[in-house]
């Protein structure tokens, strides 16, 4: 019996849909590899230093998770999703830094960078304090007594009474020097989150890639969570809250890295969230009841976060689309 062969098979056509169909898989495979070296790096290290810092700082010279001075020890931990980024992309996949998003583009995005820095964490500070106050779920102190007491317990009576011109000046200090300072130190994070992992994660599909990254990013900071560095009351229940609000929150830097192209914007607005708004929701709240519900992390974020990303929800899905900062 003889057997003919199609000449589709030696067509260039055919050969060229095999190289293609060869090439994909293997970019596809690449690409798995190296999210799975990101998240070894970026959880094995955190945590180890994590632990390591968690373990001097409370045996060694008995700090607090509450303490500001624990926050020291644990720094070198938000590093390493950018160290994992830097590892991932020169050694293991070799892809390089040309996606990575290092250009400002202020001068034409500079709208989303004073969203990011400013109007988001006022927005969401703003709405939690009206609603603890409207639910009676508990009344911010604003002489910053109680806070202090948690904070700084030996020390917390020799500061002077908090004047609405001292907070004025709190507020713009927390905004000159806090938001820029955060924003070098969170660069640590976003530099993997945003910066990698988000727009390798169904990069087709930019609203589950996000609701992916936050739940990972959430369960990141599970060991800081059960230290008691959220100042949760139930660390347990934090542990459910907290992946909630990371979730949002990278819909929302996801939104702005991606319009902006620049991962200089979620840093913004990454370092803001720190230096802005929970600082703030932790003046104000810590030490009262229901810490939980009126952390800047909590339970009543989700109704001023969750209303933006609805918001932000289309703007997302056409943000590759649209030109930048259009």
């Known amino acids: 019996m003889e057997i003919t062969v199609s000449p589709v098979v030696h067509s260039p056509v055919y ?18 590899k190296g999210i799975v070296a990101y998240l070894c790096v970026a959880f094995l290290g955190a945590w180890s230093l994590w632990l390591a810092g968690w373990i001097v700082a409370s045996r060694l010279f008995q700090i607090s998770a509450s303490n500001p001075l624990f926050q020291v020890m644990v720094l070198p931990g938000a590093f390493m999703p950018a160290i994992a980024a830097v590892v991932t992309r020169r050694w293991v996949t070799r892809e390089g830094f040309s996606d990575v998003g290092s250009h400002l583009n202020f001068r034409r ?13 006022i927005i969401v500070v703003g709405v939690i304090v009206a609603l603890a106050i409207l639910l009676g779920i508990s009344q911010p102190d604003f002489s910053l007594h109680r806070s202090l007491a948690v904070l700084i317990p030996k020390a917390h009576s020799a500061f002077p009474r908090i004047t609405p011109s001292l907070w004025a000046i709190l507020i713009f200090q927390m905004m000159i020097v806090g938001v820029p300072l955060g924003t070098i130190v969170t660069w640590g994070e976003e530099f993997g989150w945003r910066g990698y992992l988000q727009l390798r994660l169904f990069a087709a599909q930019p609203i ?4 992916v990254t936050g739940v990972i990013w959430g369960v990141w900071h599970c060991p800081l969570i059960l230290f008691g560095y959220e100042h949760y009351e139930n660390v347990w229940a934090g542990l459910l809250v907290f992946p909630v609000c990371t979730v949002m929150l990278s819909i929302i830097f996801g939104w702005l890295r991606l319009k902006t192209d620049s991962v200089w914007s979620s840093c913004v607005a990454h370092g803001a969230t720190n230096a802005l708004g929970v600082s703030i929701t932790l003046l104000l709240f810590l030490g009262g009841p229901h810490f939980l519900y009126v952390s800047y992390l909590g339970i009543l974020s989700w109704v001023p976060l969750g209303a933006i990303c609805v918001w932000i929800r289309p703007k997302l899905v056409n943000a590759r689309k649209d030109r930048i900062c259009g």
């Open 15 to 32: 050969y060229k849909r095999l190289e293609y169909v060869g090439e994909t898989v293997t970019k596809e495979s690449m690409k798995s």
């Open 109 to 121: 995005c500079w709208r989303y960078y004073l969203f990011g820095g400013y109007v988001l964490p």
């Open 208 to 211: 589950l890639a996000a609701v």
